[in-house]
């Protein structure tokens, strides 16, 4: 596909990332999957190469590069494992973005060198229990105490929860203000009553250690408050048009890996005399998954593009992340459906993929959530 609004740069980083998935990743990405085991040997050779610190400044040894680099990132190692994939996604976007958008200089200095180089990996802590899509409605709390925050929480389902070492917690600072009320407190792994819990058994994304992050009583510097009091939804919520863009490009890397098995099968897969190709029902399936992923690319890529620019990027990151996920689902299932009984089967990649694409409707706001943000923004 012709992609004239990205540059040389970008298609030089996407082989370069491309041939490190593949050398990489990819001898060992259904062995992860399947023993939910997350890849240290792999990962610790991202960080040189600069996937930790995409978008973070040089100076504070990120690797500077655009959003629409982050979006070319994320899909190219989620096409091979779509669990880094997601690492990656969620340790720039929702850990470290907001740290370097809202965090003051000397913030900057403790935290973001050793996380761009990936040395000490980020999650985001919001979702509880009984809190998932209404944010405002969280019960962790951070009230403070002489020099420091008290802080209790039970966060669930955090990405990269059994690896993290920066963790930005939601709290309610006063209990009594509602959603004016709360605030991020970052809390690092080692604090006494720092407590990771058993990791998720997951559908998909497997190789992505989920877990329960529970804080009992910490004592947490006053210094590690992000941003000001009460600013904790602007916080997430800017921190989540960055992550948007990342999952929706995640998605994206998840369908073509779909597109280009079911393509690969249909050609060397024989029925009736003849290759599945030459059918024209599966020529139709085919037809429909490229359409959806050039488009999912189309709106992953102008959602970077908005976001380099400065513009607002609100309702295109909702738009890309909405769109990308639901097509991710229906490419997935499609390959399944040209695979056959083989399509089933864990012998084959595209039965990870089917698995991996579900939950992309889900995190960083569901398909149902980014609908009204988007009917907001178009309603006015």
């Known amino acids: 596909m012709s992609e004239p609004f990205i540059t040389a740069k970008h298609r030089v980083l996407r082989r370069s990332v491309r041939a490190f998935c593949i050398d990489e990743l990819s001898p060992i990405a259904a062995e992860i999957d399947q023993e939910a085991r997350f890849p240290w040997e792999v990962v610790e050779k991202m960080g040189p190469l600069g996937y930790f610190g995409i978008q973070a400044p040089q100076k504070l040894g990120g690797a500077g590069l655009d959003a629409l680099s982050y979006a070319i990132i994320i899909e190219e190692v989620s096409r091979v494992s779509a669990a880094i994939g997601l690492c990656l996604s969620v340790h720039n976007s929702v850990a470290l973005y907001p740290i370097l958008a809202f965090g003051n200089p000397e913030q900057h200095a403790r935290w973001v060198p050793e996380m761009a180089s990936g040395r000490r990996i980020g999650a985001f802590c919001l979702t509880e229990p009984n809190v998932g899509s209404d944010a405002s409605a969280i019960s962790a709390t951070a009230l403070p105490a002489q020099d420091h925050w008290l802080v209790n929480a039970n966060k669930v389902f955090v990405t990269n929860g059994g690896i993290a070492d920066v963790c930005l917690i939601f709290a309610r600072t006063d209990p009594q203000a509602g959603?004016?009320?709360?605030?991020?407190?970052?809390?690092?792994?080692?604090?006494?009553?720092?407590?990771?819990?058993?990791?998720?058994?997951?559908?998909?994304?497997?190789?992505?250690?989920?877990?329960?992050?529970?804080?009992?009583?910490?004592?947490?510097?006053?210094?590690?408050?992000?941003?000001?009091?009460?600013?904790?939804?602007?916080?997430?919520?800017?921190?989540?048009?960055?992550?948007?863009?990342?999952?929706?490009?995640?998605?994206?890397?998840?369908?073509?890996?779909?597109?280009?098995?079911?393509?690969?099968?249909?050609?060397?897969r024989q029925q009736f005399g003849v290759p599945l190709a030459r059918h024209q029902a599966i020529q139709m399936m085919i037809a429909d998954m490229a359409t959806d992923v050039d488009a999912a690319r189309m709106m992953v890529y102008r959602a970077g593009l908005l976001k380099d620019r400065g513009a607002p990027v609100s309702r295109a990151a909702a738009q890309a992340k909405l769109f990308a996920s639901e097509a991710a689902c229906r490419v997935t299932d499609l390959a399944v459906q040209i695979h056959g009984g083989y399509g089933y089967s864990k012998a084959y990649a595209v039965e990870r993929y089917y698995r991996d694409a579900r939950v992309t409707r889900i995190y960083e706001g569901t398909s149902e959530v980014h609908r009204m943000v988007i009917a907001r923004e178009v309603l006015g």
């Open 179 to 268: 959603r004016k009320g709360i605030s991020v407190i970052v809390v690092e792994r080692g604090i006494k009553g720092f407590v990771v819990g058993d990791l998720e058994d997951l559908c998909g994304m497997r190789a992505n250690p989920v877990s329960s992050i529970r804080l009992y009583d910490c004592q947490v510097p006053r210094e590690n408050l992000l941003g000001r009091l009460g600013q904790g939804l602007a916080i997430g919520l800017a921190a989540l048009d960055t992550g948007r863009i990342g999952i929706a490009a995640q998605a994206l890397g998840i369908a073509q890996a779909a597109l280009d098995e079911a393509v690969r099968y249909a050609n060397q």
